[in-house]
């Protein structure tokens, strides 16, 4: 069964940092990319990270570029998102999800975890 | 504002057909890109319903069908049942924004 758990939510304050984890089990890892995917309160699902199956290759919704980074470490079946410079609008729930697909552009996120709530405010 | 477009909200009772659309423009699902379905219910995991335009994984049922032309697509829900009262979305890559990019959401309640 493929399990994603996030970890690593909680509050912080404007200006500040935050690591998110994703630990990945029930499949082949090193296979997949894996992205992060928001959700504001009250709003819909937005994309905001992804890293390709070796950690070689990476993307970022242009709201975050410069602020997070993406990594994996496929010896430990994880994910982690950097997140600096805080701000008020990265307020959200953020999931870990597995991708799929084989064109880049035809990717979609087949399983996803349970989400960890990210609270930046003063 | 969302790159694709969906309606808030729509509404069926129960064992009725309703339909989801999503649309799109020549940077998404008019330059070919597929487009995938999930649902979300609140508080839960989302979940896939429909990837590569038209197909359903395992274990979702047939009463869920994809469809796309040209800059949109639709998602189709026939027999209907309480339990499918969620949130939907879509999905597809855009070219121009160089990423992944999801309609607003959906909001589905079953009478």
């Known amino acids: 069964e493929v399990q994603l758990l996030e970890s690593g939510g909680g509050l912080v304050q404007p200006g500040g940092s935050l690591k998110l984890s994703c630990a990945a089990s029930g499949f082949t890892f090193s296979c997949c990319a894996v992205s992060w995917v928001r959700q504001a309160p009250g709003k819909g699902l937005e994309w905001v990270s992804t890293i390709n199956n070796n950690g070689g290759t990476t993307y970022y919704t242009d709201s975050v570029k410069g602020r997070f980074t993406i990594s994996r470490d496929n010896s430990e079946n994880t994910v982690s998102l950097q997140m600096n410079s805080l701000r008020v609008e990265d307020t959200a729930t953020y999931y870990c999800?597995?991708?799929?697909?084989?064109?880049?552009?035809?990717?979609?996120?087949?399983?996803w975890g349970r989400g960890t709530l990210v609270t930046v405010s003063s | 504002q969302s790159v694709l477009t969906q309606p808030p909200s729509v509404s069926g009772a129960p064992g009725q057909r309703v339909t989801i659309s999503c649309t799109g423009s020549?940077?998404?699902?008019?330059?070919?890109?597929?487009v995938h379905w999930y649902q979300h219910p609140p508080g839960t995991a989302p979940k896939v319903l429909v990837y590569?335009?038209?197909n359903r994984p395992s274990g979702v049922p047939d009463r869920f069908s994809g469809s796309k032309s040209g800059t949109s697509a639709s998602l189709a829900i026939t027999g209907l049942q309480a339990e499918d009262e969620s949130d939907y979305y879509c999905q597809s890559y855009d070219s121009r924004l160089r990423g992944w990019v999801f309609g607003g959401g959906t909001k589905l309640t079953v009478l």
């Open positions: 590569g335009n038209t």
């Open positions: 999800a597995k991708g799929a697909g084989f064109r880049l552009a035809d990717w979609y996120f087949d399983f």
């Open positions: 020549n940077s998404n699902i008019g330059a070919d890109y597929d």
